[in-house]
């Protein structure tokens, strides 16, 4: 994950996600459950609108750590996705 | 002495997806909606300008959160993601700016069938995620909701595959779809104490999409059926303000408009036919066959992109050639005409139509189109043109708006577009305007 660990400190001593730090810092692979990625991904989301236009170098690092955890949840099923939007001519 | 309740103003907003301007103004004066007539006489209507590009991805997700694409993160039903080649589905977890119903924790919301708000998330109230939801368990929050959904046979979308084989079968799914959305919202507006309360209509766009010839045509097999089925619709709008308070705002509204479709266009076609496309294997539909030699490739439905430098693994145009670049690409689409009528009516430039820190993921063209062209990438085209099941297509000028309450006397702005609703919810809610306004 190309983040690096003052900004991870500082979003984690932030929510105070002490528990869940372990779960960022180390393999992504290794989460224990979708559960408590979800938890850890609401937390920062709502971090991520309250910096939003003040800090763009946050912004930027933090986008590519909530698309880490969005790839890294449930995977969604694309190609169903793109089925549906085939029907109605939208791709 | 009297104590009055200090209550906190209820709003109302019903979205009807893809309604253009003129057919609610002339289904409610020919008496196929009354009850929408009603509305009209009450408030104000206006022509409602839609987002660039005009898909309901996009408008909707400007609707709820009053940004730009370059601000909420969405600019289309397909992305690539970042640094790479591969098609991505932006959903609800990649807007970036927050929807109203979290504007104000107090008020409680009720919202139903907005497009792009999968997967659902927590918030004061009950959400129903629309188009493009694939899983009804991820589509509802609370959770709890979900046995009684399935209880009343939810649909979250009309599955428009049907259309493809029978259009008899997919009115059939259609109606049901609008039945089971119906009694999705009589049972919410009952049994929660909601603020507001949003449901979304989205089977005026999938109707439309297949049979606005059927519209055009009294003459139409389908003719009945498309007036019946906005009957149906203007019947649900009645309910709805029937069941209001007078204190009770509400807001009607669409996304974009709709038109007929004459000829789709593809956008590719062209790109590789004058060499700023090229793929590894011509025939491909696959992004990931985008050839170093590549200056310039489109999405869906008519976004054009440079392929940059250091944006893309195999981008090739230098970052002091990209104007150049852009004024090749203006230069050909503004000459495209197809049996002597001109294709493109406007292409705006990504400065021109996108502010926010997200400009950098912005489309550097997008292009509009003059009537009856239905623009598409089709990147796996062979010819330019073509044409397809489809009968009718989006347009950007004639979504509508509809605000029912008089008490702001300048609620509604003179040309309003999809970016001003979360504006005028904050003050309809309670004279406040959206956070950063």
């Known amino acids: 994950m190309p983040t690096s660990p003052p900004l991870l400190y500082y979003i984690m001593k932030s929510y105070q996600l002490t528990d869940n730090c372990r779960l960022m810092t180390d393999d992504f692979t290794s989460a224990n459950t979708i559960n408590s990625m979800n938890a850890i991904y609401a937390s920062l989301k709502k971090h991520y609108y309250d910096n939003l236009v003040r800090n763009m170098l946050f912004y930027d690092e933090l986008d590519r750590v909530l698309r880490g955890f969005k790839n890294r949840g449930i995977k969604e099923d694309e190609d169903e996705i793109s089925k549906r939007l085939q029907a109605l001519g939208y791709i | ?437």
């Open chain 2, 1 to 437: 002495m009297i104590f009055i309740k200090n209550r906190k103003r209820r709003l109302v907003i019903i979205g009807v997806d893809g309604v253009p301007y003129r057919l609610i103004r002339d289904l409610s004066q020919t008496g196929i909606m009354p009850h929408t007539a009603s509305l009209i006489k009450q408030g104000i209507l206006r022509q409602m300008a839609s987002s660039i590009p005009e898909v309901s991805s996009v408008a909707w997700s400007s609707i709820i959160t009053g940004k730009n694409p370059a601000e909420h993160g969405i600019f289309g039903f397909t992305d690539l993601a970042p640094a790479t080649y591969r098609l991505s589905f932006p959903n609800f977890s990649d807007l970036k700016a927050p929807p109203f119903w979290y504007h104000d924790p107090k008020r409680r919301s009720v919202i139903i069938n907005v497009p792009s708000t999968y997967p659902a998330e927590s918030l004061n109230g009950v959400l129903i995620s629309g188009f493009v939801a694939l899983d009804i368990e991820r589509a509802t929050y609370p959770k709890t909701l979900i046995p009684r959904l399935m209880d009343m046979d939810y649909r979250i979308d009309v599955d428009s595959q049907k259309a493809h084989s029978s259009l008899d079968l997919f009115l059939k799914h259609l109606d049901q779809t609008l039945k089971a959305r119906i009694k999705a919202y009589r049972y919410l507006w009952e049994n929660i104490d909601w603020d507001t309360f949003m449901v979304v209509f989205t089977e005026t766009d999938r109707l439309s999409h297949f049979l606005w010839d059927a519209y055009e045509d009294p003459s139409h097999k389908y003719h009945q059926a498309f007036l019946r089925h906005f009957s149906q619709i203007d019947e649900a709008i009645g309910e709805i303000k029937s069941r209001t308070n007078e204190d009770d705002s509400i807001i009607l509204l669409s996304d974009h408009g709709f038109e007929r479709t004459e000829k789709n266009v593809y956008i590719s076609s062209y790109l590789k036919n004058e060499g700023f496309l090229k793929l590894k294997k011509p025939s491909s539909g696959n992004y990931s066959d985008i050839d170093h030699h590549t200056r310039a490739f489109a999405l869906d439905p008519a976004r054009i992109y440079i392929h940059l430098k250091g944006k893309y693994p195999r981008g090739s145009v230098e970052k002091e050639d990209r104007d150049k670049v852009i004024c090749d690409l203006e230069a050909l689409f503004s000459s495209i005409e197809i049996q002597g009528k001109k294709v493109i009516k406007r292409i705006y430039r990504k400065e021109e139509i996108f502010f926010g820190p997200l400009s950098p993921y912005a489309p550097d063209l997008v292009l509009l189109p003059h009537q009856g062209f239905d623009l598409k990438a089709g990147l796996k085209a062979k010819e330019p043109y073509g044409k397809d099941i489809f009968t009718g297509k989006h347009t950007q000028h004639d979504a509508f708006l509809l605000v029912s309450d008089h008490s702001d006397d300048d609620i509604m702005p003179n040309n309003p577009s999809v970016f001003d609703i979360a504006h005028i919810i904050g003050r309809l809610c309670n004279g406040n305007t959206t956070p950063n306004d």
